[in-house]
C-alpha cells in the first residue's frame, strides 16, 4: 500500500506544477476586416489594435497598446509634452497663488504693498517737478538777457545755455508721463492681484484661476538731469 502511495503522489507532482506556473495569457482582438482573433502570444495581425489579454477563465488580465506608426508615436509625444507642460504649469500656478495668499494674508497688508510701490515713484514725481521749477528759475535770466538781442543773433553762449535749458525741461517732461504711466501700471497691477485675492481668500481653490498678472518689479521712474 505504501508503495502504492508513493507512485500516485510521484504522477500527481508534474500535473500541480503546471498549475502553479502562471500561463501567459490569452490574447483576443479583432482585426481590420472585423474577424475576432485568438491567440497565445500577441496576434500581428492586430499590432496596430489594441489586443486584450485574458486568463483561462476568460477574465481580462491586461490591454496590449497597439503599436505605434512613426507619425503616430510623434503625435502621442506631442500630446503627451502638453499635457505635461500643462500640468507643469497648473501646479505652477498653484504654488504662486499659496505664495501671493502668504505674502498678502489680508487686504490692509496688500494695500501697504500697494503704497510702498506707488511712493517710490510719487519721490521720484517730486523729484522731477522740483527739477522743472529749477529749470524755469534758470531760464528766467537766459530769456532777460535775451531781450537785449531782440532782431540780432544771440551770442553763441546765450544760445547753448537756452538750448540745453530747453533739452533738459523736455527730458523732465518725457519723465513725468513714464512715471504717470507707471503709477498706472502699478495701480492696476495691484487691482488684479487683489482682485484674485479676494477669490482665494473665499475659498477658491489656488490654481484654477489661470494665469497669475505680471509681478515684475515697477520700472525705474527716475529722470534725466
Known sequence: MAMRRVA?????LPVAASWAQPSAGIYTCVDA?????????????C????????NR?????GILPPTLTAEERAEKDARDRAAAEARAA????ARRDRNLMARYPNEAAHQRA????????????????LRVRE??????????E??????????????????ANDASTEAQRSATATQEAELGRINRLYDAELDRLRRLWAGVAPGSLGPLPSASAPRSAGARP
Open 33 to 45: 476586416n472585423g474577424r475576432r482573433l485568438t491567440a497565445d502570444r500577441p496576434i500581428a495581425e
Open 146 to 163: 535775451a531781450e537785449f538781442y531782440v532782431g540780432k543773433p544771440l551770442p553763441p553762449k546765450l544760445r547753448t545755455a537756452l538750448d
Open 47 to 54: 499590432r496596430h489594435k489594441e489586443q486584450q489579454i485574458l
Open 57 to 61: 477563465d476568460g477574465s481580462v488580465r
Open 114 to 129: 500697494r503704497e510702498v510701490a506707488l511712493d517710490t515713484v510719487r519721490l521720484a514725481i517730486r523729484a522731477t517737478e
Open 8 to 12: 500516485l503522489v510521484a504522477l500527481c
Open 135 to 144: 529749470l524755469e528759475l534758470a531760464r528766467k535770466p537766459l530769456l532777460e
Open 90 to 93: 497648473a501646479a505652477d500656478a
